[in-house]
C-alpha cells in the first residue's frame, strides 16, 4: 500500500448559483502526516475537504486510498476517510452516546454484537466510556467533539478530516483535544484557524486563498507570509 | 425544566424501568381504557386507581409529591369546562372530566417516566407503528430543546435590541418576529442539512439499524397481566360492591 | 386545542381513533414519496422548530401576543403530506412528553390538526398560491386551518356530551375566530421573512394540478365542519346533552351523535379525495418537494 492516501489534482467547483468555489486544487495526504488547511472563510477550505469523501463533486481527480472518489466508490471510501464537522451536535444525532458511535459500524453491515463492542472501545480511545449510555444534548461541547471522533474512530478508518474542532472548546478543552488526536496514529487533515493548534498538530500546511491554494508550508512560515497571526 | 426531569426520571433501574416497553405501553392503554369507559361510582374509582399509580411511582422509585403534581398540569384546561359542567347543572360530569383527565395524565406520566423515549418508540414500533413515523419523532425529540435554546437566545438578543418597545408599530412588531422565526426555520434547515452529511458521510445506506433488541421476559409476562388485570378488577369490585 | 382523555365519550374517541389510524397510514405513505427515511431527521427537525417557534410571542396589540401553530407553515413549505406526519409527531409528542392532550384522544387530535386541519391549510394555497393572490392564500390557509381544527375539537366534545352554556359557545367561537386571523397573520409574516432569506423555502404548487377539484375539496371541508358543529348544537340538544344519563339512553342522542360523526365522514372522505389528486406526480422540478439549493458551506 502505498504511502500516498489522498491524491487531487485540478479540482474544481462551481456552486448552483454559479459562483467558483474552487479553480484548480492541487493536494496529497501522505501516511501519517497531520496537515493544517488555513485560509479565510469563504476561501474554500470546508468545500474543498467536503469532495475528499463525495459530499461534493466537483471536475478533477481525487483519490482516497487508490479508490476514485465516485458514485460506485462512496461506500469503500467512506469507510477510509472520516469527517468530523464542525458542530458536534448536528453529527451526535442519535438518542444515545453509544448508539451513536455504533451508527458508522452498523452502516457497513456489522452486527450489533460487533458494532457495540467497537463502538465501546472507541470510546474508551477518546475517554467517553462512561458517558455510553447519556443523551448527546447533555454532554459539554469537548465531550460532544471527543463522541463524535469515536463515532469515525469506530470505523476504523485510515484518514481523519475535522473541521474547526477547536471552535466552542475552552482552553482546557482544546488542550484535551490535541492530546488525543496527538495519540491517534491516523493520517489527519485539520480545517483551522486556531494558529498555535495548527502548529502544535500540523506538519506541514496548505494555505486557501480564492479556491486554489496559493502555499504550501510549515505553519510558522505561511503565518509570516499571509500575516496570518491572531494579533499583530 | 420538565424536559431534564423527566429524562432523568426515565434512566432508573427500577424493576418498573426495566419491564419491556410493549408491556408497559400495553398496560398503559388498558388502564386509560378503563378509567375512560368507566360511568359509576367514580369518585371510588378514582380514589382506588390514585392509589394504584402512586404504588406503581413507589415501585419505579420516582418522588410521588413532584409526580402527583406535575400529573395535575392538565387540569388548568380541565378546569375550565368543568366550571361550565357545574353552572349548566351537571356536577356529575364536572367530577367526570377532573377525575379522568387527572388519572389519564398520571398514568400516561408513569409511562414516560420509568421508559426511555427511544426504547419506547422502539416498543411501538414492534407493536405495529410505521417506523417513518416514529424516527420523526424520535429526532424531533432530540433535537426539540436544542432548537427550544436557540430560539430562547434569538428572543434574549432581539428583546435586549429593544423589541416589544412600545414605540414600534404593531406591523413592524409582527414583522420582525415573523422574521425571528424565519431565521430560526432558517437555522433548523441549516443544521437538517448538516445532519444529513453526517450521515451520508458515516456510511448511511438507506436504513437505520438499531442496537436494541427487546426480549420478553416471564416478569414482563408476570407485570403486564397483573397491570391489566388490577385495574379490571377493582372497577368491578367497585361497581358491584358500592 | 388539544382534547385530554376524560372528555370525549368512548364512541367518539374510539370511532376517531379507529379513522385516524388509516388516515395516518395513507399520509406517511404519501409522505415517503418525496421524503426518503435520509430525510427522516430533517422532518424531525422542522417539527423542533416548530415546537421551539411557538415559544416566540407575537405582539398581536392590547398587550395580549399569540404564537404561530405551524401546520399551513410546514405545508407551504415540505408539502401537505409530510406536514402532516410532522404534526402527527409533534402532536405524540406534545401528548406522552408533555401530557397536553390525551392518548385516547389522540385520533381526534390528530385528525383535527395533522389531517384535517394542515390540509385546509394548505387548499388555498394550493388553489392560489402560485399567483399573484399568493399572500391572500397563505393568510387564508392558516386562518382555515386553525379554524376548522378548533371547529372540530369543539364538535368532537359537544358530541360527547361536554356541556357547553350557548353563552360560552358564542365566546369560543369568538376566541377560535380571532386565533385563527392571527395564525393567519403570523404565518403570511413568517413566510415573507422566508422570502426575504432564500426565495425557494416556500415551494411552489404544482403544475398540472386541479382547481376545480380543489376548490371543490375547500367547500367540502367548509360545509363539512360547519355541517358538525350545527349537527352538534341543534335548538334541543343543548338541554338533552346537559343530562349527563342520557348518555345511555335516546335515540335522539345518538341521532345526534350520527349526524356530528356523519359530518365528520364526510369530511374524511373528502380529504382523502383531495389528497389523491394534491399528491399527483408533479412534472419534474416545479413545485417538487426538493429539498433546495445546497447551502454553502462557510469556508
Known sequence: MTGTLIEVRGLRFRYDDGTEALRGVDFCLHRGETV???????????TFVLHLNGLLTGEGEVTVCGFPVNRKNLPEVRRRIGLVFQDSESQLFMPSVIEDVA?????????????TARARKALETVGMAAAADRAPYHLSAGEKKRVAIAGILAMDPEILVLDEPTTFLDPPGQRSLAELLARLPQAKILVTHDIPFAQAMSSRAAFFREGTIAAEGAVDELVRRFNWGPLG | MHHVVLERWSRGTSAVHRRDPRVKALATLAFLIVIATAHRQLPWLATACFVLLCGVTLAARLPVRPAVLRAGIVLSFTVVFAAMSWISGDPARAVSLLLKSYLSAFAVLLLVSTTRISVLLHGMERLGAPRFLLMVVQFLYRYLFVISEEAQHMRAAALSRGAGAGHATRRSRLQAAGGAVAALF??????????HRSMLARGF???????ES???????????????????????VIERSV | MHIPDGFLSTPVWATLDAVAAPAAAVVIRRAQRTFDLARVPALGVMGAFVFAAQMINFPVGAGTSSHLVGGTLLACTLGPAPASVVMIAILTIQSLVFQDGGVLALGANVLNMAVIGVLAGYLPFYLWGAGPRRKFAIFAGGTLSVLVSAILALSELLVSGVPMPRAALVLSMGVFAVSAILEGAITLAVVQGLDAIQPNFVRIPAAGRSPALGMLGLVAVLLGA?????????????????????????????????AGLGGLALIYAACLGIGRLVARPTPAGVGQAGWGPRRRGSA
Open chain 1, 36 to 46: 493544517a488547511l488555513l485560509g479565510a472563510n469563504g476561501s474554500g477550505k470546508t
Open chain 3, 226 to 258: 360547519v355541517g358538525v358543529l350545527f349537527a352538534s348544537t341543534a335548538p334541543d340538544g343543548i338541554e338533552r346533552l346537559t343530562r349527563y344519563e342520557a348518555a345511555s339512553a335516546a335515540a335522539p342522542w345518538l341521532s345526534k351523535a350520527g
Open chain 2, 186 to 195: 432558517a437555522r433548523s434547515y441549516g443544521r437538517a442539512e448538516d445532519i
Open chain 1, 103 to 115: 451508527f458508522g459500524p452498523l452502516n457497513h453491515g456489522l452486527s450489533t454484537a460487533e458494532a
Open chain 2, 214 to 236: 427487546l426480549r420478553l421476559s416471564a416478569a414482563d409476562v408476570w407485570f403486564g397481566t397483573l397491570a391489566v388485570l388490577v385495574p379490571i378488577l377493582i372497577r368491578i
Open chain 2, 205 to 211: 445506506s438507506g436504513e437505520f439499524r438499531t442496537l
